[in-house]
């Protein structure tokens, strides 16, 4: 079998589906896998190191937050991924051991809730640790998917693309931090908006309530509110508010105007009118959160008035 023609056409595949979905990918989509030269190709199996049965070494490697295994990424941006259990000699570990030596490219899943995943192609195993039954892993460009055997050894050993490799892995890390708050925040809200309760998932964004960057703005659903487009940048640009008792504040100069019907019944019939919550009371927006922002939001409506 054409090694470098299936994974080639495993990220071809990737990124068509990474394309129109939006970057999450379901589980069963990546179970099924595609069809190369009449036979079926899964890209993910029962383990975590997965190897399709038309391949002599692994295609791809996955990695469940809060699973079994400590994989993450350390402070220098790479990742770090456990072996198959603790014998280094164990046949999914030899074949990462193996992929490493000949340079082979792989796919890196990361789960972000249960059933969806966040993918990064090509990576590259680039160092082995038997004493921590441990290998890194780092990403690299995309363009690199045109692996062509022997020449890729030299395109991945040089400085620049090391420095390049360093770069794109931790773009990947941000990526993954950010549609993991998404999906979480969705799941948390039944996928529909706390205003005016859209549930079209492509219109639905994780809007966070003390942003991101700054103290308390972490990427956690009690700072999260599941929002359309419409009422994530009026909620944004503070054209209404949430108070701590849940109800929407609009505010008084938007109440006030007038712009036809979008105006009336995307903002102002918002007006003291009270969110969908999550149903876990553990998953509530935190009303600390909602007074700071609604302190804000009551600075800017007096300064406006004044």
Known sequence: MNDAGVRKAAFDWLANEARWRD??????????GFRYGGQRVPLVGPQGIFKPRLLDLPL?????????????????????????GNDPRHGDNIGL??????????????????????????VFIVDDDPSRHTFTVEVDDAHLANWSGESQGAVISDGVAQARRSYITTTVRQRIHQRAFRERVLRAYREQC??????YEELLDAAHII????????????????????????????????????????????????????????????????????????????????????????????????
Not at 23 to 28: K, T
């Open 211 to 306: 942003p991101d960057g700054e103290p308390d703005g972490e990427p956690v659903v009690t700072n999260g509110l599941a929002l359309c487009k419409l009422h994530h940048a009026a909620f944004d640009r503070h054209f209404l508010a949430i108070r701590p008792d849940y109800v929407i504040e609009v505010r008084r100069d938007i109440l006030l105007e007038e712009d036809g019907p979008m105006l009336l019944h995307g903002l102002k019939g918002m007006h003291e009118t009270r969110i969908t919550v999550p149903r876990p009371t553990r998953d509530h927006p935190n009303r600390e959160f909602l007074e700071r922002r609604y302190e804000q939001f009551r600075a800017l409506e007096i300064s406006m008035r004044g």
């Open 194 to 199: 706390a205003f005016c309760r859209l549930r």
């Open 60 to 84: 791809s490697i996955t990695t469940i937050p809060n699973g079994p295994y400590d994989d993450g990424f350390s402070e220098d941006g790479r990742l770090s991924y456990r072996y198959r």
């Open 23 to 32: 970057d999450v990918l379901p589980r069963e989509v990546l179970a099924q």
């Open 97 to 122: 051991r193996t992929a490493m030596h000949q340079r082979i490219p792989l796919i890196y899943f990361h789960r972000l809730v249960p059933g969806k995943y966040l993918a990064a192609w090509p």
